[in-house]
């Protein structure tokens, strides 16, 4: 999967993600409005960011044609939804120096077949996460059907889709969030926009992409089911 650079963010040429919905606040495609009122009892900066219209929401559905149970067809979809990331972050970036800008949050989902595989946003929040967080933008992961669990141990209501949130982080706030990965916590704490093209020295192949961001992933733990060794970005905390 080569990835073409336009514009400082790199663009698949697979074509394997269909646009929905391009950032809304009030998506048709997807019924969201009960989940995000329960969220806002587990984050104090959604519901002023909904009020004022600073969230929103980008939908797109895995190509039909894209078997995503074979290799190449999830590779082609997870290097769709990292460029898809990457673009929002870019489009964030400049914007949080505006008012409210630190409220702004722009939801990636993904519907289809390949929303089903549970470690289809592994990679692509892996590699944007460690990206974006020495510049002070925040990626989250949420599975469809699967509760969050925070940190703090509170559980978060279940997505009703899969979606990639991402926003201005809050640097007092979010390292707590990475405590199994301290190095990108302590880069997160510190972050400072310098207008850096994070993807400098990047390889442009998205398998590359994800060899090259093996490096950041903490130990690997043994597997309490087979008591092999275990190195994934989708555990928990990662």
Not at 38 to 54: D, E, F, K, N, T
Not at 71 to 88: I, K, T, Y
Not at 168 to 183: E, H, N, V
Request: hydrophobic share 40%; aromatic share 8%.
């Amino acid at each position: 999967m080569i990835l073409t650079h336009s514009g400082g963010v790199p663009r698949p040429t697979a074509g394997a993600l269909r646009l929905i919905e391009a950032a809304t606040t009030g998506p048709r495609s997807i019924d969201i409005s009960g989940y995000v009122e329960r969220m806002m009892v587990h984050c104090p900066y959604i519901s002023p960011s909904v009020q004022r219209g600073l969230t929103t929401w980008t939908v797109y559905r895995a190509d039909a044609s894209t078997d995503a149970s074979a290799d190449g067809g999830a590779d082609a979809v997870e290097a769709e939804l990292f460029h898809a990331g990457a673009r929002a972050a870019e489009w964030l970036r400049p914007l949080r120096h505006r008012p409210y800008g630190f409220l702004r949050c722009e939801n990636i989902v993904i519907l289809g077949e390949a929303a089903r595989r549970r470690d289809l946003l592994a990679w692509p929040h892996w590699v944007l996460k460690n990206l974006y967080g020495p510049v002070g933008i925040m990626f989250g992961k949420f599975s469809a059907g699967e509760e969050g669990n925070p940190c703090s141990g509170e559980h978060t209501p279940a997505a009703p889709v899969s979606f990639l949130p991402v926003r201005a982080a809050i640097r007092r706030r979010d390292p707590r969030f990475l405590q199994a990965t301290p190095d990108l916590a302590a880069a997160l704490a510190v972050a400072d926009d310098d207008g850096r093209d994070v993807f400098e020295g990047i390889p442009s192949d998205w398998t590359e992409i994800r060899t090259w961001a093996k490096r950041f992933l903490p130990p690997p733990k043994p597997s309490a089911s087979s008591g092999t060794m275990s190195a994934s970005p989708s555990r928990p905390g990662s």
